[in-house]
């Protein structure tokens, strides 16, 4: 009996304790929960929608990276022992070569430009910017044109007797290192001189009359201040410059120079998937490595303008070398704007006489407004949750949730597109080879640009309207929706219109993963321009750079 009773008391207190405990441990998961948002947590529909959002962005990657693991060792020691040196050799080279170039020509126009009494100073500023606009892979078409074997510059020289005879046979090839080079060069340094142009604007000049009173020279000046407090802005470029090159298919294919993302497009086209997802795995390794000493370098060299009596920098006397600096951004602009431009109105001239603009045309315009059009829509989408928890509830989570938000768009759309056709393809097929697969690898690819607009105008919006509206007992999502949504309208559309003429532009996603006769008019021109029917490419590519001047407005705005 006493046995009994003390089993039966021993019963109630355990449960008693169980009782007490498990209170215990939810107020704990709620107290870190709580810590975890700084005592200010997201409604579930929110966090749930901002969490599907990162997981759509990464698993491509992912699942391209897990591909690439499990390939086999023998697959993996042919490509180190055959493939992968040549490659990690022509990409590393071409991307150090370019950065450089870029740089100096950037940096340099950017200097004359701003800080020089160069003759029509504001209207260098755009003319130096529009290279932004011409796609590379398009720009490469206008120099084969020019600079082929057959092209304009060739006939020249043959029909030119004295150079015959003096240098012999047409020395020029564009289907080489330089020629690749010389085009990317030519169309990236953009990069560096829209946001040098802008350090060098803010630049104060208080810094440099103290370093003239100490009787410093302009160059010494130039060299000891002023390039110094350039260096963020010249990694900043730099690494922009760098990251395009290593995604770069259009160009490099067009021209024939085989790097990573060619070979990956090769190994797809010859179905070997696998191949493809290690050489996918080794450029995301370098993509990385690139980001990571860029980040070491910026934090090593901070520089700072701690002055509060701030004046705008001089503008300097350019004298006697004022021909020559106008003669070097006429040269810049006549290589990478007016030249190229040309061409393409000279070809489009005659395509659109022998009947180019037919409902075949028009059929690629549909399908590349079609897609685009969507893109953005989702981008816009997207963009609002990942935004507003990373303003609104600042956090570790929601931090994550940003940052894997930008996957796609630090890698080559090559890669991205890979990933598409593992996922799709073995767990999606319903879905597989359609403009809605098309459209959500646009989205991953450019889901950043809508997210950067739309941050931008929610720095505008004070939280205190947040504060009202959740005091009026809206939950999280409603206030984002109802409220927030419409005070922020321009910056979002703005961002959804970058998504749009990017998508428009991009080729290496729209020539893998676009379905069975759905072209757009970048892969009509890449296989246009291939087969040498100049007429019909140029007018495509013509109007993507109409379109295209749409984001140059925003980034002059912006840098």
């Not at 441990?25 to 929608?49: E, T, V, Y």
Request: aromatic share 12%.
């Amino acid at each position: 009996m006493t046995n009994n009773t003390n089993s039966q008391l021993n019963t109630k207190q355990n449960a008693e304790v169980g009782e007490q405990s498990s209170p215990t441990l939810l107020h704990f998961i709620k107290r870190k929960w709580l810590s975890i948002w700084k005592g200010n947590p997201p409604g579930p529909a929110l966090l749930i929608f901002g969490l599907c959002v990162a997981l759509i962005m990464l698993i491509p990657i992912v699942y391209v990276v897990w591909q690439s693991v499990f390939a086999g060792t023998q697959r993996w020691l042919r490509l180190l022992d055959e493939r992968i040196p040549q490659l990690m050799w022509n990409t590393l080279s071409l991307t150090v070569a370019v950065t450089f170039s870029a740089v100096i020509i950037g940096i340099s126009s950017a200097w004359i430009v701003v800080r020089t009494n160069l003759p029509g100073r504001r209207v260098w500023r755009w003319l130096l910017a529009l290279p932004l606009v011409i796609p590379p892979y398009v720009g490469a078409v206008t120099y084969i044109i020019v600079l082929g074997r057959s092209g304009w510059a060739r006939d020249i020289w043959q029909n030119t007797s004295w150079l015959v005879n003096l240098f012999g046979d047409y020395p020029l090839d564009i289907f080489s290192f330089w020629g690749v080079f010389f085009v990317l060069t030519m169309f990236t340094y953009p990069y560096v001189f829209l946001i040098a142009g802008a350090s060098l604007r803010k630049m104060n000049r208080n810094y440099e009359d103290a370093a003239r009173a100490l009787g410093l020279s302009t160059s010494e000046i130039f060299r000891k201040v002023n390039l110094p407090l350039l260096r963020p802005a010249i990694g900043a470029g730099a690494i922009l410059v760098a990251l395009y090159v290593l995604s770069d298919f259009g160009a490099v294919s067009m021209l024939r120079y085989v790097t990573f993302t060619a070979a990956i497009y090769v190994q797809r086209q010859g179905m070997d998937t696998a191949s493809a997802a290690v050489l996918s795995l080794v450029l995301i390794l370098v993509t990385v490595v690139i980001l990571w000493l860029e980040s070491g370098t910026t934090k090593k060299n901070k520089y700072y303008q701690t002055s509060n009596s701030y004046r705008e920098p001089a503008i300097l006397e350019l004298g006697k070398w004022k021909p020559y600096a106008l003669g070097f951004v006429s040269i810049i602009f006549v290589i990478s704007v007016l030249l190229p431009i040309s061409v393409l109105i000279y070809w489009s001239n005659i395509g659109i006489r022998a009947g180019a603009l037919d409902g075949r045309f028009l059929g690629f315009v549909l399908n590349s407004l079609q897609v685009s059009g969507i893109a953005a829509a989702i981008c816009i989408l997207f963009a609002m949750p990942v935004v507003y928890l990373k303003s609104r509830y600042p956090s570790l989570i929601s931090g994550l949730i940003d940052r894997f938000s930008y996957a796609g768009y630090a890698l080559p759309g090559v890669i991205v597109a890979l990933g598409f056709i593992f996922i799709f393809n073995n767990h999606i097929p319903v879905l597989y080879r359609t403009i809605y697969m098309l459209a959500l690898a646009f989205v991953v690819r450019f889901l950043p640009q809508a997210m950067q607009s739309g941050e931008a105008s929610l720095s505008l919006v004070s939280p205190r309207i947040d504060e009202a509206a959740r005091s009026l007992g809206y939950p999280p999502w409603k206030v984002m929706l109802k409220v927030i949504l419409p005070n922020m309208l321009p910056g979002v559309l703005a961002g959804g219109a970058l998504v749009f003429v990017s998508s428009l532009k991009e080729l290496p996603v729209s020539l893998m993963l676009r379905p069975a006769g759905f072209d757009t008019l970048a892969v009509r021109i890449y296989f246009e321009a291939q087969d040498g029917i100049y007429h019909l490419a140029a007018p495509a590519a013509l109007l993507i750079i109409l379109v295209s001047i749409i984001p140059l407005r925003y980034m002059l705005s912006k840098y």
